[in-house]
């Protein structure tokens, strides 16, 4: 089984920042394509990044050029670098993943699709105050 722990969210200002983690433990395979999604109050939850082993990142429109993700294969974590917060991207940020038993190296964009994703974290809580 695979364990998923995320960690750093919080409460800042409009225009603040804040680095979420997420670290995986058990067994991770020999590759991963690791997500963060959110869910935003009275909304679904949604996409917000996809990075895989080879380093390539995808984000939704709404994060784009605000957030960074990026993962430590090594240390098998991920990370959430997020920039310009405004009021609008409050909500529970989860860390989501996928693991391959061979040495994938793909896009992992179809992992922004929840459907796709085999584990997740419990979730760490981001707000942000106008």
């Known amino acids: 089984q695979v364990q998923l722990v995320e960690s750093g969210g919080g409460s800042v200002q409009s225009g603040g920042s804040l680095r979420l983690s997420c670290v995986a433990s058990?067994?991770?395979?020999?590759?991963?394509?690791m997500s963060w999604f959110r869910q935003r109050p009275g909304k679904e939850r949604e996409a917000v990044a996809t990075?895989?082993?080879?380093?390539?990142?995808d984000y939704s429109d709404s994060v784009k050029g605000r957030f960074t993700i990026s993962i430590d294969n090594a240390k098998n974590s991920l990370f959430l670098e997020m920039n310009s917060l405004q009021p609008e991207d409050t909500g529970m940020y989860y860390c989501?993943?996928?693991?391959?038993?061979?040495?994938?190296?793909?896009?992992?964009?179809?992992?922004?699709?929840?459907?796709?994703?085999?584990?997740w974290g419990q979730g760490t809580q981001v707000t942000v105050s106008s």
């Open positions: 058990g067994k991770t395979g020999a590759a991963t394509c």
């Open positions: 990075i895989g082993t080879g380093g390539h990142a």
């Open positions: 989501a993943a996928r693991f391959f038993s061979v040495a994938y190296r793909g896009s992992c964009y179809a992992y922004l699709d929840k459907a796709n994703v085999d584990y």
